[in-house]
């Protein structure tokens, strides 16, 4: 297998011969954030199976598409298709999009969650902002990779989730009417749900939701000198708070009805980056 870094400059040499947008901004969909393409004009779509290199997608609500769009005139790149832990992937293979969008010139990168809600508080269908994570997966996608003075290995993970979008986000959720809550994100390799003792175990361990992605990438993301923003949707009460038993399709069903206020939400968002680089 090719070192990560060069499988990435490939695949992104690849995209760059197929569409002239040359995005600063990108974004990493979560199961069920298709609001955020939604809110993308002049879209062009290029899936994971036509380019070289590129592994495919297996899980449900994960299509396998890089999207090349505008909002309001400004480009963006959305990555429509995660590579879990849970499927078998390593954390090579976990952050080839990210490290893929860093190659393509991508410097603010906003990644997207569906999760469990921890903190009790919470409610099915409020965002939640990542103010900090915990990495419970055990796994880190810097282990192995060859340090270099411009890309130390030994990364600081203070305010890994930039204050100033975190601002503009909060903002415009008030704006929109939408409930959004700041709190920490735990990543858990899954693919089974937790118990509820697990649950418990992490809410007094400080975290406020519950998910199987996002830490990975973020801390690949910050390695690569990146911009970070992380937003949790919350589409159920984690395991044992509610009594309800957790499956897929609800998580879905919860993130569908949402789609609407994430669209005008990320057209909002995209405009105020857009200023800010
Ligand atoms: N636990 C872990 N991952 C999740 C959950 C959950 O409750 N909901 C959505 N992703």
Not at 69 to 76: E, R, S, T
Request: charge should be neutral; include cysteine; glycine fraction near 10%.
């Amino acid at each position: 297998m090719k070192q990560i870094a060069l499988r990435a400059a490939e695949i992104a040499r690849q995209l760059k011969e197929r569409t002239e947008v040359r995005p600063k901004i990108g974004v990493v969909l979560g199961s069920g954030w298709g609001g955020a393409v939604d809110a993308l004009a002049e879209r062009s779509v290029i899936s994971y199976e036509s380019l070289e290199g590129m592994p495919q997608c297996s899980v449900v609500g994960h299509a396998g598409n890089f999207v090349f769009g505008k909002a309001d005139g400004v480009d963006v790149v959305a990555v429509q298709g995660r590579f879990h832990l849970y499927e078998g992937h390593t954390t090579e293979t976990a952050v080839l999009p990210v490290r893929i969008l860093s190659e393509l010139g991508v410097e603010t990168l906003i990644l997207t969650n569906a999760a469990g809600g921890i903190n009790t508080k919470y409610r099915p269908g409020d965002l939640m902002l990542l103010s900090d994570h915990i990495n419970m997966t055990g796994m880190n996608p810097l282990v192995g990779v060859r340090p270099s003075s411009a890309y130390p290995i030994f990364v600081d993970m203070t305010d890994i989730y930039d204050p100033t979008l975190r601002n503009i986000v909060e903002k415009r959720c008030k704006e929109s009417g939408i409930c959004c809550h700041e709190g920490v994100y735990m990543q858990v390799l899954g693919p089974s749900y937790e118990t509820p003792t697990e649950i418990r175990a992490f809410r007094t361990m400080g975290a406020d939701a519950v998910g199987m992605s996002t830490v990975i990438e973020a801390i690949s993301a910050r390695y690569l000198k990146m911009r970070l923003v992380g937003i949790s949707c919350i589409s159920n009460m984690a395991s044992g708070i509610t009594g309800e038993k957790l499956t897929h399709t609800d998580v879905l069903r919860e993130m569908d009805k949402l789609q609407r206020k994430i669209c005008e939400l990320f057209k909002s968002i995209y405009k105020d980056i857009a200023v800010l680089a």
